[in-house]
Every structure is written in C-alpha cells, then in structure tokens.
C-alpha cells in the first residue's frame, strides 16, 4: 500500500456536512504541517467527527464516515496559528487508519455516493421556506458580530431546491447531539435524510 493512499484526517467534535462552511483555528504543529501540505498540493483533508478521545493532544478515534474538507482560503492573525475557512466536499467512508508520530491521523477513504432519493415535493417546500428565512436571520448576525472578519457561513448559490442542500443545512444547524448529527450524514438518501429533519422541526414546533 503506497503512502498516495492515504490522507490525513481532522477528528473534531462536530460533523461538516457536503457544501458546508466550517472554520478551522488551527495552531497544533501537526495541523499546521498538515494544512501546508494540502494546500500545496491543492488538495482536501478528511473532516471527521470524534468517536473517542479529544481533539488535542493523542489521536483520537474517529466515526468511520466523514467529509472531505477542502480549503477555501487561510490568514495567519499571529505566528503559528492558522485560521481557515473549509468547505464541505463529497461524503467518505474510513477504511483504515494508521497514526503518524506526529499523532497525526491519516485514513485510507472511499468515496460514498448519495442518492437524490423521491423527496416529497411538499416536505421540500416547507422546509426550504423557513430555511431561507432562517439563513437571512443568520447572515446579517454573522455579519454585525464579524465585522471586517466576517466568513459567510452560507455562500451562494443556495439551491433550495436540492432536498439534499437543504437537509444538510438544517442538519448543521439543529441543536442535536453530536452523535445525531453523525447519523444524520450517514444517510445515503436525501430525500430520507430530509424527512429525519421534518420531523425534527415539526415536533419542535418550527414548521
């Protein structure tokens, strides 16, 4: 097995969902090192939610599907830490790992497809409309608090009509435990994955 066959992999305690925004404070020298690498060779790094362990320090054990995180752009504010804006690529499932002794954590992935799935028109509807109201909300928050460094946590276009850009944007931001959210992306159909999230609003009474 060659070293082409691996990536590295950021355990973290959330779950990037495809064509999210997360921003990264990255200052652990093998991060660094990582993230110089990658963006080298312009390529993404694995996003990876925390099965067991810490983010910090050892290598922690992660859930066997994560996201590809590809990097959008960086700045250093201060010597040694990173700061940086990744978006969400295609879904992947962790076939192995292998700890460097850097204790950084490299997995050899496969790519999982995800299926569009017979998502109810209606079911679409709603939630897409309360999405985009919610988004609204959000950006203008975001970008009162930011300032000059504000990072736009939903950059267009925003296809509401996707069941599956829709799920994941409320599977991102429903406050559901990190295990939940980790089941939410393991869902191969979009359409299955929106109607986890109906159901969650409707019950809470958003919809």
Known sequence: ??????????????????????????FETRYV????????????????????????GAAAEPHAVGTLAHIV???MPELGVLLLPTRGGARSRVLATRIRPSQLLEGRIEPLPTFPGDADPDTLQVCAQVLELVIGELLEQ???????????????????????WVANRWSEMLPISLEQKQALLEISQDGERLLKVEQYLRENRVI
């Open 1 to 26: 097995m060659n070293d082409t066959d691996w990536i590295p992999l950021f355990p973290l305690r959330t779950v990037l969902f495809p064509a999210g925004v997360l921003p990264l404070r990255v």
């Open 33 to 56: 090192d990582m993230v110089r690498e990658r963006m080298k060779r312009d390529a993404p790094f694995g996003v990876v939610a925390i099965r067991a362990g810490a983010e910090v």
């Open 73 to 75: 752009e960086w700045d």
């Open 142 to 164: 975001a970008r009162e608090e930011a300032g000059d460094h504000f990072i736009n946590p939903f950059p267009e276009p925003h296809p509401l009509d996707s069941a599956g």
